[in-house]
Every structure is written in C-alpha cells, then in structure tokens.
C-alpha cells in the first residue's frame, strides 16, 4: 500500500523550523510496511492545500497531512480541505466540550480556541480527548489523516491512532514485511562499493542505497518481503552476498559508529590507546570518550 505525506506551514516552506515531522511519519510508516510515493511541503496557502490533497488522492492509496489544524489566524488547514473537497465545515460537540473544559472561558480562550471544534463534514475524529484532535476524512475512497504539526502531538496520533487504524483499513496483505540493514564502510569510495554491489541492485523486492558520510560510506541494504518467511530468505541471502562483497571494509552495522567499534576492540582486548592531538580541540578523544562504557 503506497502513501503520501503532506506538510503544511509557512514556517516549514521559509526554512524558519526544519520539517522533523515528515521526516518521522515516513520512518514509522515504512518500518510498519508501507511505501511512500512522495513527501510534500507547502505554505499556509488554501489553494495550494486544496490542489496537493488533490492531487495525493489520484496516485496514492492513502494520505497523511500535518499541521495548520491549529486556533491562530494562520491555521488555514481545515477551511481549505472543506472548501477544496466540498465538505461544509460542521461543529463537532465533543470536541468543544474538551475544549471548554479545559480551558474554561473566564478568559475568552474558549470562545478563541472553538475553531479547533470546526471540522469537514464527515471527519471522523482521531482522539477527541487531545487538545488537537487530528481527523480521519475518507475522500474518493482514500483515507486522509490530519494531525497536528506540532511535533510531540503528531507523533502521539500517528503512532497510537493513525497506525493501527491504517492497518483496519488495509489488512496484513497490501503491507510489505520489510527487513533493513545499513553496512559502514571504511577504505573503499561510492563508486567502487557501487562496482562490487551493481549485480544485486536488479534483485527483486530489494533496494541497496549508498550514502558518503564524511570519509565512510554508508550501504543501505531494504527488503520487502511478502511475507515473514520471505523476506527473512530473501534478506539472509544478500546479506550474506554484501558481507562477502565487501569483507573487512564493512566495520559496522546500523548504529555502530567507529568509535564505538574502536572502543569494543580495546575491551574486548584488554587494551588500552593514549592520543596526542594538537589544533584539534579534543576531537578525536571526545569521540572515543563519548561513547556509553568508554
């Protein structure tokens, strides 16, 4: 099942705030089996959130838009979607309710905040008991999920609400089983692991990545497997056909960094290292000393 991410907000498209919150749906969405087609960021621009739902909905199996569902005059989010999709925006009581109880109204936050309460007709609500509920809104047969672009409460509703519910809508058979690993490499350029790997890329369901960072290189090996069994065979193979590739090049996996791998070698070893470091700032003995157990 493939979706699409949406991000919202002048402050994402001026480069005032970083877009972490695409960045983490993308991540959660693929480790639970989907495959993300595109990732879009836009303005607080109400055409322009109307015509990118549009066009999400014709070339994707689901949606996920964030931010602009807030009480600010520059939360354009839900007006748009009702106007763009014809659905009237409708008062939804249980919502105001949340609202007006934790809020009170002695200060007239209530009454500002009761934007948050006018959703699209047909917006079925995702946690009326958050002071941003998000909303689920089933648009040409696609679902479309709105959260909040406030980072902690985006990732409260994509993980508690959002997924499971996506997994009702689709079932276990539109989900890929998929396997990752990433190799670090050190001593070998881009284009010579690239020469090594070439005949593997054509594997079926497999995708191999390669990522410079700094003087390594980083191999991304993704499978994405029918089923458990076969993406456990398939990733077993072109692990073992990568490792044997590359050999002694490979000093780590995932998240072994080399100076976490250094470190385990001089434990392992009883060993160990004095550095003289000059105009380096400490560089290099922070690294090894910034390691947990070092």
Known sequence: MIGEIIAIGDELTSGRIANTT????ARQLFVAGYEILAMQTIGDTPELIGEAIKLAVGRVDFVIVTGGLGATSDDL??????????RPSTLYPEILDIIRHHMGDTDGSASFLEKLAWLPKGAEVLNARARMAGYLLVYEDTPIFFLPGVPDQMKELLVE????????????????HVRQRVYRIFGLHENEIN??????????????GYYPVNSEVHVSLTVLGRSEEEADTLFAS?????TTALGD?????DHNSMASVVGGLLRAGGRK?????????GLLSSKITGVAGS
């Open 273 to 281: 290292i004095s550095v003289a470091e000059s105009c380096t700032g």
């Open 77 to 86: 989010t839900n007006k748009a979607v009702a106007d763009a999709l014809n």
């Open 249 to 253: 090049f490979i000093y780590g996996l």
């Open 161 to 176: 609400h959002v997924l499971p519910c996506l997994a009702d809508w689709t079932g276990n058979d539109d989900r890929h």
């Open 195 to 208: 020469q090594k790997l070439r005949r593997l890329e054509e594997t079926p369901r497999s995708k191999i």
């Open 238 to 242: 072109l692990d073992r056909q990568i």
């Open 22 to 25: 695409s960045s983490f749906a």
